[in-house]
């Protein structure tokens, strides 16, 4: 799905995608993470079944990260992830010239992550 048309501040950390139902909150835990060629990958593992889903997002721009590596935890829940609205040159934009969006990040353990991303899918395995 292309960022402009994910609605603005919708929690994504529950969401459908290609007739699929992903509670990336509740239901999964994030087992990993890349950055590569501007595209991010998050892997998740099913609590349940195991089922692995990667959460991918492409033509990223990483623009802050908070990780606390002493505390151990930070990954596993995915708290919160919203496309939202962020104040560039004093004003307030919703994208980017080329058409992505700001994504916010969170983890329960604190982590987070701000970035522009172009499109967002997700991939089962």
């Not at 990336?24 to 993470?33: A, P, S």
């Not at 991918?56 to 829940?77: L, P, Q, R, W």
Request: proline content about 1%.
């Amino acid at each position: 799905m292309y960022a402009e048309n994910i609605p603005l501040f919708t929690n994504m950390a529950s969401l459908e995608y290609a007739l699929e139902y992903y509670d990336f909150h509740n239901d999964y835990k994030c087992i990993g993470y890349s950055l590569a060629n501007e595209n991010v990958c998050l892997r998740f593992t099913h609590c349940v079944t195991s089922k692995i889903v990667n959460l991918n997002f492409y033509s990223v721009k990483v623009c802050a990260f908070n990780i606390d590596i002493a505390s151990g935890i930070g990954f596993e829940t995915l708290d919160n992830l919203y496309r939202g609205r962020v104040v560039l040159a004093n004003q307030l934009v919703e994208t980017s010239a080329d058409n992505g969006g700001y994504f916010y990040l969170e983890f329960y353990g604190g982590a987070s992550f701000e970035f522009w991303a172009k499109s967002v899918n997700v991939a089962t395995h």
